[in-house]
């Protein structure tokens, strides 16, 4: 492709999910690739990476735009942050060329438009901080509440890119040997410092095409998703749910740490989430699992009543920890949603609190980094619930000491280099 047919294909991209605004931006962007087989590998990256930098800098473009004037439709979007964002040596108005499969050329509004952000600078002094930090305006104060005098810091860092990470399977090598295989796979891979199964790839490397990956010897998973698993201290012999699997990223690795022995139950009410599941436990080898439906009227729970050693409820949540991967998430999130997840969440834990046994744990854990998601639940849990305690994970379940104090764990990838995860660990007493 030439660099014009890029940025018109950039244009159809962000014009597909302007169109869909409730639809994850990678969603659209695969759906668009997809019906879109002539678009390389190549070209694809540097249509994406067009695309995200425009997705992380929203609300900056936006006010650029509506201080000029101007209507801030995706090819003005991206001419402004041609201007206020320029790339070394590109002429934006010869890559508006109008060749073949080429962006049309500039109109003279748009021509004007260029030209009066010419030389501005991304951000500006006069940019209220919620647009200067890309947050929605009802959410700062809630970010401010949760993170203090380093605000600006830890939500700069949660716009930030994520690393790959990758959770070694044990069930099938080791660390050190999984490191060498990728290494012979051209790809180098650091140990991660938190999680003792992590490996961390620096850039953006194929590690879905590698030997290594396609034998299930490592699982593509944040490094505080993986904290999660340490944190539940599922082991040999026990009976495990795990109450929101989706595709079953945790149960693969409380699978690990069970070293498959005894039974993991992996529930979900998404068929589509559950399906994901079989392929990627097949390939990790697992096979002490079993999947559940869980369907409105279900008596399943209430037929297990007490009977987990652990119960992982890994809930639905805003992801407001995951904006590094997913930088259009918080400009869709409203505080109608907060509030319904916060009422869905309540429900999920009290559901999930009958099915463990006495003696047994309940891990409670999100990707999101907002109080009322994760420390208000438990605070609500625990004073509705006396048969609950906070309790501290036992010394050897891989967590890195005085990481989960008060039974509490809340990591932020400015503090810890990962995604933004919370998890608390619950001990039924009797
Ligand atoms: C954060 S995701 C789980 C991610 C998964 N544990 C992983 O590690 O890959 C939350 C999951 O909760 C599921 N869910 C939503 N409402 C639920 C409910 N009432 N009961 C059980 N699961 C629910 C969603 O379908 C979604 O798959």
């Known amino acids: 492709m030439t660099p014009s047919a890029r940025l018109a294909a950039a244009i159809d991209l962000l014009s597909e999910m302007e169109a869909a605004p409730r639809r994850p931006a990678d969603a659209v962007a695969n759906a668009f690739f997809r019906e879109r087989r002539y678009i390389g ?6 249509v994406s990476d067009r695309v995200w930098a425009v997705l992380r800098h929203w609300r900056h473009l936006g006010w650029w735009l509506e201080r000029v004037g101007a209507p801030a439709s995706p090819r003005a979007r991206l001419i402004a942050a041609m201007q206020v964002m320029p790339r070394p040596g590109e002429v934006p108005a010869a890559l508006f060329s109008g060749d073949r499969y080429g962006a049309a050329p500039l109109t003279a509004a748009e021509q004007d438009l260029a030209a009066r952000l010419r030389g501005q600078s991304l951000d500006s002094p006069e940019m209220p901080q919620a647009v200067r930090l890309e947050v929605p305006d009802w959410l700062l104060p809630r970010l401010a509440d949760m993170f203090g005098t380093t605000l600006e810091a830890e939500i700069a860092a949660l716009g930030g890119e994520a690393p790959l990470d990758l959770r070694v399977n044990l069930l099938k090598t080791t660390r050190r040997e999984a490191a060498r295989l990728l290494a012979e796979g051209g790809i180098d891979a650091e140990e991660t410092t938190l999680s003792p199964w992590g490996l961390r790839v620096p850039g953006r490397q194929p590690v879905t095409a590698t030997a290594a990956f396609k034998a299930g010897l490592v699982e593509i998973q944040d490094e505080g998703s993986q904290i999660v698993v340490a944190a539940a201290d599922a082991r040999p012999g026990m009976r495990v749910l795990d109450y929101c699997a989706g595709a079953a990223g945790k ?5 690990m740490t069970m070293q498959n022995r005894g039974h993991i139950v992996a529930c979900d009410v998404s068929e589509p989430r559950l399906d994901g599941a079989v392929r990627r436990l097949r390939r990790a080898g697992v096979h002490n699992a079993e999947r559940h439906l869980l369907v409105p009227g279900d008596r399943w729970a209430r037929r297990r009543a007490g009977s987990f050693d652990r119960v992982l409820v890994d809930a639905p949540c805003t992801g407001t920890g995951t904006w590094r991967r997913n930088p259009d998430a918080r400009l869709r999130l409203s505080e109608r949603d907060l509030e319904e997840l916060t009422a869905k969440q309540g429900e999920i834990l009290s559901t999930a609190a009958t099915l463990v046994r006495p003696g047994g744990r309940l891990i409670y854990a999100t990707c999101s980094v907002l109080r009322e998601e994760n420390q208000d639940r438990i605070a609500t849990f625990l004073a509705a619930s006396p048969h609950y305690r906070l309790a501290r994970p036992a010394p050897d379940c891989g967590l890195p000491p005085d990481l989960a104090r008060d039974g509490m764990i809340a990591l932020s990838p400015l503090r810890h ?12 007493v009797d």
């Open 41 to 46: 590998g190549g070209d694809r990256r540097a």
């Open 251 to 255: 149960t693969l690795g409380m699978a």
């Open 417 to 428: 280099g990962t995604d933004g995860f919370f998890a608390a660990v619950l001990e039924r």
